[in-house]
């Protein structure tokens, strides 16, 4: 499966102060990953990451997955 990145959300993603965003979408699975450097992992970080991502997807994902990484790791 090739991914594409998917510019626009890491964009709302890291204006919003989340780091090291990165969001992948292929046919039909977005991949997203980033560190809440803002929010620092409370349930509201992770909320809005989720809703950022929900208006973004493109119409053809069928799985979403979401890596959250801690202190850059």
Do not use: C, W
Not at 18 to 40: I, K, L, P, W
Not at 53 to 69: D, E, G, N, Q, W
Request: aromatic share 14%.
């Amino acid at each position: 499966m090739k991914l594409a990145p998917h510019t626009k959300l890491v964009n709302a993603l890291v204006n919003d102060g989340y780091e090291n965003v990165v969001a992948q979408s292929g046919r039909n699975v977005t991949f997203v990953s980033f560190e809440d450097s803002r929010y620092r992992y409370s349930a509201i970080g992770v909320m809005r990451a989720f809703a950022y991502t929900a208006k973004m997807l493109p119409p053809s994902t069928t799985k979403v997955y979401f890596i959250i990484r801690k202190y850059g790791v």
